[in-house]
């Protein structure tokens, strides 16, 4: 039983900065890998960043390698993606997800999702 929420998202010149912001309820969170997706218009949804549930672990996408950076504080079962030097490719809506087992690496399945929110990039 997790609900999660995102916030955030909104219209940045590129090579701005973005922190979205994810709020999750549920007795699992503390226990839970959580992560962040993406989906541009047309396109698939792809896998953005990882965290594992005290955050001693992360993943990320080439994509957001070096740009991205996910954190979570547990105390107030929130999970964030900090974006920064921000480009028109990266306009999508994000989403937040939320895999109640341990830490797999690239073998999470993620079974509870955010309601997405919108992150646009002009040029």
């Known amino acids: 039983q997790v609900q999660l929420v995102e916030s955030g998202g909104g219209l940045v010149q590129a090579g701005g900065s973005l922190r979205l912001s994810c709020a999750a309820s549920?007795?699992?969170?503390?226990?839970?890998?959580m992560g962040w997706f993406r989906q541009a218009p047309g396109k698939e949804r792809e896998f953005v960043a990882a965290i594992s549930g005290t955050g001693t672990y992360t993943r990320y996408a080439d994509s957001a390698k070096g740009r991205f950076t996910i954190s979570r504080e547990n105390a107030k079962n929130s999970v964030y993606l900090q974006m920064h030097s921000l480009k028109p490719e990266d306009t999508a809506v994000y989403y937040c997800?939320?895999?109640?087992?341990?830490?797999?690496?690239?073998?999470?399945?993620?079974?509870?999702w955010g309601q997405g929110t919108q992150v646009t990039v002009s040029s």
């Open positions: 997800s939320a895999d109640p087992s341990g830490w797999r690496g690239s073998s999470q399945t993620f079974a509870y």
């Open positions: 549920g007795r699992t969170f503390s226990t839970g890998v």
